[in-house]
């Protein structure tokens, strides 16, 4: 915090949280980058992302993964960010026709394919679903995504 400007910190403050799975960090870490830099939209996304899985700031996080991905609909992390969130706002359909519009090598990214697959198997489609939650299983995920795999795995277990 007191040396905002220092790059290499935030890189290794990320890279620290990241290894050791601490989401609220991460989420606390991209909130302060975001104050710093508002233009990087990979920042705005990981805050908005992390925000939806600890269920933080919701209508913001909501609202931030729309305008993001109203301004970068080619990015497929955008992509499956603001499909989660409509996915969470119980529009699973609607975030999984976000996710069909990108292109199928994107789909197989092991983070959208996360995504994809937990969308496909709550949407009551699990063919879609099994392969990429194969591809899935590969990325590494954070603790709550991983809480969310089972779901995805067996969209009809309880939540």
């Known amino acids: 915090q ?3 400007r220092e790059r290499w910190a935030l890189r290794d403050l990320e890279r620290l949280h990241l290894a050791a799975g601490n989401t609220r960090g991460l989420n606390k870490l991209y909130a302060m980058m975001a104050n710093y830099d508002s233009t990087n939209f990979v920042v705005q996304n990981n805050l908005a ?3 939806l899985l600890l269920g ?5 996080a909501h609202e931030l993964a729309k ?5 970068h609909p080619e990015e497929a992390v955008i992509a499956s960010t603001y ?3 409509l996915h969470l ?3 699973t359909a609607e975030g999984l026709a976000v996710l069909e519009k990108l292109k199928p090598e994107e789909l197989q990214l092991p983070p959208v394919a996360f995504y994809y697959s937990l969308l496909a198997s709550t949407a009551g ?3 879609k679903a099994g392969k990429y939650l194969a591809l899935a299983q590969k990325a590494k995920l954070l603790p709550e995504e991983k809480a969310l795999l ?3 795995l067996n969209p009809t277990a309880p939540h």
């Open 125 to 127: 489609q699990p063919a």
């Open 89 to 91: 706002q119980g529009r």
């Open 56 to 60: 933080l700031n919701l209508s913001q």
């Open 150 to 152: 089972p779901n995805a």
């Open 2 to 4: 007191r040396f905002p």
């Open 83 to 85: 499909a989660y969130s």
């Open 67 to 71: 305008e993001l991905y109203a301004s």
């Open 49 to 51: 992302a992390t925000s």
